[in-house]
């Protein structure tokens, strides 16, 4: 027979140097720790803020059309199944217009909201327009809003017909009086928001156009592009006559879509 089983006692050696990996695992984590911690101190801020926005300043535009009366011409017949109805509003009918290619006759005014996305200054250094298509202006149908009075005044003008469509600044007349960015820039400080009040104008074609806005970050300039959501914006010159005329009743009760005439 076996004699009675005796267990070996364990070694101690395993027990220290799992004692003694835990210390140092300790010591590098703490290190490492205060090292990435300085780090993200010296650079963090900065480094967040362009991950939560890559652009320095973030721009929303906004027709104003839709409040002080506008003109749209389509290139040919807008399709009246989905037309606003009875009692509806000035802004549908625009929007309705908008989403069937219409572009906005004479000019284009936008009320375009500026804000930096940082915890410093950002100065706007220039703006100008970016035409992406031109082609000839539209006769198929004009849908227009009579305006109800006088709009504010306008501060940024850009003719789109120029070969060089850059910001300028308007008179009290309305005229368009030289380049606005050659005297003038706007600072933007600590996530500050600045408004703009554009108007584009053409005369001898449709355009399709987007805003090129420059920027001025740390001494970097950069490049933000302003959309009309995610198409271009759309002007068009006049046209001597289309082939069909209606008109957004606002004086009606209710407002409505009605059919009208040239002398409109």
């Known amino acids: 027979m076996e004699g009675p089983q005796h267990s070996l006692p364990q070694s101690r050696l395993p027990r220290s140097l799992k004692t003694i990996g835990l210390c140092l ?17 010296f650079f963090g801020p900065r480094t967040v803020e362009k991950i939560i926005s890559s652009k320095p300043v973030s721009f929303s535009a906004a027709s104003t059309d839709q409040r002080e009366g506008w003109t749209a011409a389509l290139p040919g017949q807008p399709d009246m199944q989905n037309a606003p109805g009875a009692g509806s509003n000035c802004t549908e009918t625009y929007d309705w217009a908008k ?7 004479n000019q284009s005014e936008l009320l375009l909201a ?19 298509r031109k082609y000839p202006i539209p006769k198929g149908t004009r849908v227009m809003r009579p305006s109800a009075g006088e709009g504010d005044v306008i501060a940024i003008g850009l003719d789109l017909d120029s070969q060089n469509p850059i910001a300028q600044s308007i008179g009290d007349s309305g005229n ?81 879509l009605i059919t009208t005439s040239p002398d409109s």
Do not use: H
């Open 25 to 41: 695992g300790f010591l590098l984590s703490t290190t490492i720790g205060a090292v990435i911690g300085a780090a993200v101190d």
């Open 114 to 132: 500026a804000q930096g996305q940082r915890s410093r200054a950002i100065a706007i250094t220039n703006m100008r327009a970016k035409i992406v």
């Open 176 to 256: 368009f009086q030289g380049a606005y960015f050659n005297k003038n820039y706007v600072t933007l400080a600590e996530y500050e928001i600045a408004t703009f009040r554009i108007i584009a104008k053409a005369q001898k074609y449709c355009y399709e156009w987007e805003l090129v806005v420059d920027v001025l970050e740390d001494g970097k300039e950069a490049t933000v592009i302003v959309r009309d959501g995610a198409q271009p914006f759309r002007t068009t010159g006049p046209s001597n006559s289309y082939n069909k005329y209606y008109e957004w009743a606002w004086y009606a009760t209710p407002p409505n």
């Open 99 to 105: 989403r069937q290619g219409a572009a906005d006759v």
